[in-house]
């Protein structure tokens, strides 16, 4: 039978991990959910055209560009989705919503306030001409957290009194790990903080419903030469010890404490030198009335405390978030069946391509990603003059 739904057409820009991750979810998203449209793989972009061609064969884009600009003039692409690194989001993301198409683009939105500020500008004036615009901050879409915000926004949690966050990653422990783009502030904006810590700090705010007034920062760069070339994994590697090294120019690791305009406390935590700790991106939050923890090295599991409960029986209980009742979960297995790291790209495409349906405006927006940057950079003002530093937020 033919499917009747629209088309979307998509344009990638940039092909390396975050490129394979969501062509993953742009191939998957339709057959999984039942989208409003289907979203065609047109192109994708990057300046090696052979691999972006090796890209474009194994996840069935159909065909390749070396130069973005190209994509905004296609009038087969509807969706501009930028995977490239910090530096170039906002030239891109601006030039396509201007362009008339909508915008998906990597976290964190931008390398400065300033560019932040005119992305948001430009996403504000786009969507009074229906042109819609998200930035993925992908971990909100793991339904352990997106069941986390519907536990505080429903109130089991009570007041919220402590908010702790940490994004626990190894792969920079190693000194002799070589140079790479994430280390190089022209290009990443900053290190561990913008990298990882902006996750961190976007999901802090989305599962409590509340923003970050002021923080207090440190931010501690443990090696400060790496080797030139050598062997590149996706995230670490290693080369010779004897190898030509280069300056490392953003931080290793970055912790702060931080004021919610609610009332709460914060204390968030950002590295990449835990050793034994991958990917451990965890929440803890205690309320008045009960308490949340989540860990993604254990990503279908949140914990609960009820703190209403007879004290004799209370406890943390693991709750299993595999059930259709949990959010995205009716669309895939079992419970219990589990998902994984693809699928919040897979969600995150789901509810874009949902909004762009509905013209409505996605979340979260470039403002929300303009929020999140401002904390960023108060954690820098703030790590460099050591005094508090306040972000803006009053709501
Ligand atoms: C590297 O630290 C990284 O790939 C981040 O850039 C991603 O946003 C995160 O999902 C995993 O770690």
Known sequence: MSDTRPDLGIGMV????????????????????????????????????????????????????????????????????????????????????????????????????????????????????????????????????????????????????????QYLQDWLSDENAPLSWRLDKSLAGSGALGDIGAHIIDMAQFVTGDSIASVSGLLETFVETRPLGGQHATLGGHASQDAERGPVTVDDAAAFTARFVGGAIGVFEATRFATGRKNALRLEINGTAGSLAFNFEDMNVLEFFDATEDPSIAGFRRILVTEATHPYVAAWWPPGHGLGYEHGFTHQVVDLVTDIAKGADPAPSFADGLAVQRVLAAVEASAADGTTHTTGATS
């Open 14 to 165: 940039g092909y390396a991990f975050m490129g394979a991750a969501h062509s993953q979810a742009w191939r998957t998203a339709p057959a999984f959910f039942d989208l409003p449209a289907v979203p065609r793989l047109r192109a994708v972009c990057g300046r090696n055209e052979d691999a972006a061609g090796d890209v474009a064969r194994r996840f069935g884009w159909e065909s390749v560009e070396t130069d973005w600009h190209a994509l905004l003039t296609r009038d087969d692409i509807d969706v501009i989705d930028i995977c490239t690194p910090g530096n170039t989001h906002a030239e891109i993301a601006i030039a396509a919503l201007e362009a008339g198409k909508h915008v998906l683009c990597e976290k964190p939105l931008a390398n400065t306030v300033e560019e932040a500020e005119a992305m948001a500008a430009a996403a504000t004036a786009a969507a009074k001409r229906g042109v819609r615009a998200m930035v993925g901050f992908t971990y909100r879409r793991t339904p352990a957290v997106a069941f986390a915000r519907q536990l505080v926004a429903s109130g089991r949690l009570g007041t919220i009194r402590h908010v702790r966050g």
